[in-house]
């Protein structure tokens, strides 16, 4: 699995020189945020650290084809070539793979570990410390563009929020910024 780990991590961050997108920091954030979440809920932090490299993979090819909402299928396209090429279990490689295309969230997850990914996926917009990251990233787009998008992925991201830790966690987090949005909509 760590062969598999570091190649994951190659193409996720070749994916983000080619495209400027994810950025890097909300990949790192993501990654980190799922390990720690795993290790506290005794989920395996290999799948987890798999998942949250893989899931927005290609999303910036995605979003440069004009084609977002097709993001998942791509980066789970990609994800199969990737693991066509490990000797992973067949369980290992489904998780994986669920990891990825459940990352927005679903009714029932297919596992604890897809579940993670999805939730460490909001802390890039609804932690304080995702949301000065894209704000930071996202600077040149017209104000109040920028301020509905960030407006709009912060909720997307509340409504998948599921784990209770998560939630307790980010939940001041999220008020502090759903205020503040507030006051730059005004």
């Known amino acids: 699995m760590e062969d598999f780990i570091i190649e994951a991590r190659k193409l996720a961050y ?4 080619k495209t400027n997108m994810p950025v890097k920091l909300h990949v790192d954030l993501a990654t980190e945020t799922g390990k720690r979440l795993a290790k506290e809920l005794g989920a395996d932090v290999d799948i987890v650290e798999a998942g949250t490299l ?3 993979c290609l999303i910036g090819q995605a979003l440069r084809e ?15 070539d990737l693991l066509n090429n490990f000797s992973l279990s067949e369980e290992e490689k489904e998780n994986i793979r669920h990891c990825v295309i459940e990352h927005h969230g679903v009714d029932k997850f297919y596992s604890l570990e897809s579940e993670i990914c999805c939730n460490a996926d909001c802390y890039r917009f609804i932690s304080i410390k995702g949301f000065s990251f894209a704000m930071r ?6 104000f109040k563009d920028l301020v509905a998008l ?3 992925k912060a909720n997307e991201k509340w409504n998948a929020l599921s784990l209770d830790i998560a939630k307790k966690e ?6 502090v910024i759903l205020q503040m949005l507030k006051g730059l909509s005004e």
């Open 14 to 17: 070749s994916e983000v020189e």
């Open 54 to 56: 893989l899931m927005d």
């Open 66 to 80: 004009n084609r977002p909402k097709e993001h998942v299928l791509m980066s789970l396209e990609k994800t199969n």
């Open 137 to 142: 990233y996202l600077r040149d787009m017209p």
């Open 150 to 152: 960030l407006n709009e």
């Open 170 to 175: 980010i939940t001041p987090q999220y008020e």
